[in-house]
Structure formats: structure tokens, C-alpha cells
């Protein structure tokens, strides 16, 4: 008889596969696939388009783990219908986006921005057009996770005052006061930086939209780090050119990679990363905590510990 499959939709350390065989030796490792191997497929790490139909028809795999935090681009009726698990990466990049929302706003209130475009042009200029002190600003975390949790917990330390946006507006440790998601309109007048870190579903599908950008201070930041669908692009580029608000940073997009003709590339009001505020130090071994953690509790009782996805929400 035929060892059920782990099998491993992208590289990993031969240390980690060894760890991996020796927790589960009832099991088989597999990198690649052949046809004939596909209904063995008992466990997958990640998930591709060139295995993923086959894998479903198999009607063997009874767990895949991810290793992004949103998990929207995987087939989540399916998974439900055939009752199969699903567990998410969320935590693992919190630290990684976290420097890099703060970067972006010590670059924009520093002045940091406007030096490099001088340095290009071997300009010296004293006289910045604008620059601003990070402290005291106030901090609208929209999508209070543990990314959320993580940015409020780094930020404070700069003099920000930090609140969240959740579901329900149930509180949550590290911010100074929480919101429902309803209410979002309402508060937001009173932001001077607004964070959006929420996952993609049909709820939170466009919910940064000319509503929302024409209530913000006209001197507002907005960041977007989640998902890319949960912004209306044309909606924030009209609400820029109208000086609704005074910036952007963009690490997400509706359709990545963003195309050339974009206005958005050429707008001195934007600054653009091509979605790697998640880059990890280490990924592997941060990554395989989680895995490994699910693996022994997959194993011992088909239940998973940490970071197991509600199929029905999508986070």
C-alpha cells in the first residue's frame, strides 16, 4: 500500500524536510508530483494552479497550509465542500510590515522622500516642501490582527497614538480605543494616518473608496498593506488629484503587477512597492514553527493549533 503524501509546493532546507520525515514517518515527502502520485496527496504546503485541480479531484487531501496570511486566491468552496483544512501564515510577516509602515511614514513626514528625488537631480535644497514630526499623530489601525497588534505595539514608541478598527469593535490590547468596521466613515475624519491590513472577502471587497477618502483630513496618510481588492484604485487616484488627502503608500494592488499605464507611477503623492512589505528574515524557519506546531496536532488528533482559517469568513 502506498504512504499517504506531504507534499511541498515550494523549496525547503533539507534540515526542515528531515524534521518534517521524522515527525511523520508514516508519510511520504514529495516536492514534485507525478499523475500517479496526486491521490496520495494527503497534506499540501501551499498550493498551485498547476497541481491544484488534480489535487481536488483526488478527493484525498485533507489539509493545506499556506504561507501567506491572506488566503483569498485559494478556492475556499472547495476546501469547505470537501471539508478540508486550511491554516494561514497570519503573525509571521507582522514584524516584517510593521518596519515597513514605518518607514514609509518617517520617509513622507521627514522629508526623506523629497531627498532622494533632490539627490537624483544633484540638488541641494534645504527648503522641503513638506515635512512633519511622526509623534502625536493619530494612527487608524484598520484590521486589528496581530500585524495590527504588532504595528501598534512597535509605533507607540514613536509618540503615536494608535486605534483600531475590528469586526465588531470589540477591544483589543495595544490600542487606545477599538471600532466596528460599520463605523469606519465616521471615524476616520478625525485620523491623521489611515492603515488598511484587512483580508480580501466579499465584505471587505472596495471598502477604501471615495466615501471613505473624501472624509479624510485633507493632510491624511493612507497606507494599504492587506489586500489589494479591499481599495478602489481609480476612487483613491480621483481622491488624490482632488487633494483629499495628501499621500499614499501602496504595497498591494487590485492587479499586480501594476500596470505601466497606471497613473499612479507618476504622481510626486504616492509612493509605490511592488508588495514586499511582508519580506521575511529567516522565512523558513519562522514559517516552519507554524507548520510544524499543526503538524503534531494534525497528526495526533486531525486538529489544528494555530492560524486555522473559518472557511466561511476567509481569515
Partial sequence: MTKPIIFLQRPFR????????????AYQIRTTLTPE?????EISVDWSKEYGTALLQSNQLKWVQASTAGVDYLPLG???ERKILLSNSSGLHALSISEHIIGVLLGYYRGLNESLKNQTQKKWNKHLSHYDQLAGKNLLVVGTGQIGQQLSKSIQGLGVNVYGINTTGHPVTGFIETYSIKNLAKIVSEMDVIVGILPGTPDTYHIFNSDIFEKMKDSAVF?????GDTLHTKE???????????????????????????PLWEMENVVITPHISGLTVDFQNKFMKIFLTNLKSYLENNELTINQVALDRGY
Fill in 223 to 227: 497606507i494599504n498593506v492587506g489586500r
Fill in 37 to 41: 502520485e496526486v491521490p496520495f496527496v
Fill in 236 to 262: 483613491l487616484i480621483s481622491a488624490l488629484e482632488k487633494k483629499q488627502l495628501a499621500f499614499a503608500a501602496l504595497d498591494v494592488f487590485e492587479e499586480e503587477p501594476l500596470g505601466n499605464e497606471s
Fill in 14 to 25: 533539507a534540515e526542515f524536510i528531515a524534521k518534517i520525515q521524522t515527525m511523520a514517518p
Fill in 78 to 80: 472547495a476546501f469547505s
